[in-house]
């Protein structure tokens, strides 16, 4: 079902069958630099499926602990989830926090037989800003700026993506800067001007317009999820994209909630929506294992 307006009345998170363990590591970049990687494990036998959790936060907010409600109800699930404290303004401003994803990517494939899975499970997902820079590095696994941080644990694999879930995505951000321009929204406005260099580059890191060019490599299965209320992006960014991203042979599925607001998951995690929402996630990543 390629895109349909859910229903989530009565709908239930599934049952906890997974005892999990949260755990603080650490991924070495090339300068010595460490990044942490909140990960949430299942304790169960394998072969699990693994995903690297990229938080929103305007590109400028948040940690590794934003989507704790998200990455431990998928780990109850039979997921691992790989959350990175990747760099942010100053230090990470476009286009080095991708090359943190990028990095984190490979060095959770590194690591996937030890916490049970197989590199080739290896998936994605991001919120908000996370869903621009998981997307943008999804769709340019091969680009050299991105790949730099090449560490000796992780040269052996790349940040191919088997499948992915971006929700609330900001999936063109120059024009959600232009929005914010027309509608003088503040908070928007300094969090890209903390982020971009300039529009040229909201134009290149831009995955609706990677898709629209056609500079983008394989692409994997993925998953969308937005709400119909939020106010933070145009109200058809996401159904666009899903449709670009058609286009140009994927295979992406749209799950739009009804009067839900921009990071409803977390925002109100008692919710049906939520509940639902976390369940369509889980079940998405489950059904790419085989």
Not at 6 to 21: G, S
Not at 266 to 282: E, I, Q, V, Y
């Amino acid at each position: 079902m390629p895109h349909c307006k859910v229903t989530y009345m009565q709908q239930a998170l599934p049952n906890r069958t997974f005892e999990i363990e949260i755990q603080d590591m650490e991924c070495p970049r090339p300068d010595g630099s460490m990044m942490l990687i909140r990960v949430a494990r299942p304790k169960g036998a394998g072969p699990l499926p693994a995903i690297v959790d990229i938080h929103g936060g305007g590109w400028v907010m948040g940690d590794r602990r934003q989507n704790a409600i998200i990455d431990d109800a998928l780990a109850a699930k039979g997921i691992v989830v790989a959350a990175p404290e990747f760099r942010m303004p100053p230090d990470g401003a476009y286009p080095v926090s991708i090359s943190d994803v990028h990095l984190a990517i490979r060095w959770l494939k590194a690591n996937a037989s030890a916490f049970g899975g197989r590199p080739d499970l290896v998936g994605g997902l991001g919120t908000s800003s996370g869903g621009h820079q998981l997307l943008t590095c999804m769709l340019r696994p091969d680009e050299a700026r991105f790949g730099a941080l090449v560490t000796p644990s992780t040269q052996a694999f790349d940040a191919t993506l088997a499948y992915a879930i971006a929700a609330w995505p900001v999936a063109d951000p120059l024009r959600r800067f232009r929005m914010a321009q027309e509608k003088q929204i503040k908070n928007l406005l300094d969090a890209h001007a903390a982020y971009w260099p300039s529009e040229a580059a909201m134009a290149e890191g831009n995955p609706q317009l990677l898709l629209e060019r056609g500079e983008h490599g394989k692409l994997p299965p993925l998953l969308v999820i937005q709400g119909t209320s939020d106010d933070n992006l145009p109200h058809d960014m996401a159904s666009n994209f899903a449709a670009a991203y058609r286009k140009a042979g994927g295979e992406a599925t749209l799950h739009e909630f009804e009067g839900q607001p921009h990071t409803f998951i977390t925002r109100n995690p008692d919710s049906d929506a939520a509940k639902h929402a976390l369940k369509l996630m889980a079940e998405f990543v489950q059904g790419q294992v085989r």
